[in-house]
């Protein structure tokens, strides 16, 4: 059983940065890849990063080199670093993982089983 906790979201103006955080609990935690997802009112869950248990990164185009996502196993975090933040990008930001996900299904939210309790982020104009 893996348990996800998010933090580090909040009120920005555009062009600005937050980090947010995902702590997760379980020995196991530095086997696992992580996926970032957001969802914004009315609209469905989406992709935002991926990460494997070895640092390799994936990104959606839409926030390709505005965000970044790293992970420190000794502290069972895994951070999404964003940068250049647009309106666009308001939403709630989910972290997410399963023993089972791998690079060619990273994009499905339905195949996580576990995730955070997600974090609001609001870019204002």
């Known amino acids: 059983q893996v348990q996800l906790v998010e933090s580090g979201g909040g009120l920005v103006q555009a062009g600005g940065s937050l980090r947010l955080s995902c702590a997760a609990s379980?020995?196991?935690?530095?086997?696992?890849?992580m996926g970032w997802f957001r969802q914004a009112p009315g609209k469905e869950r989406e992709f935002v990063g991926f990460?494997?248990?070895?640092?390799?990164?994936w990104y959606a185009d839409s926030v390709t080199g505005r965000f970044t996502i790293s992970r420190d196993n000794a502290k069972n975090t895994v951070y999404l670093q964003m940068n250049s933040l647009k309106p666009e990008d308001t939403a709630v930001y989910y972290c997410?993982?399963?023993?089972?996900?791998?690079?060619?299904?990273?994009?499905?939210?339905?195949?996580?089983?576990?995730w955070g309790q997600g974090t609001q982020v609001t870019v204002s104009s």
């Open positions: 997410a993982t399963d023993p089972t996900i791998r690079t060619s299904i990273m994009k499905l939210h339905a195949r996580y089983n576990y």
């Open positions: 990460i494997t248990w070895s640092g390799s990164t």
């Open positions: 379980g020995r196991t935690f530095g086997q696992y890849a």
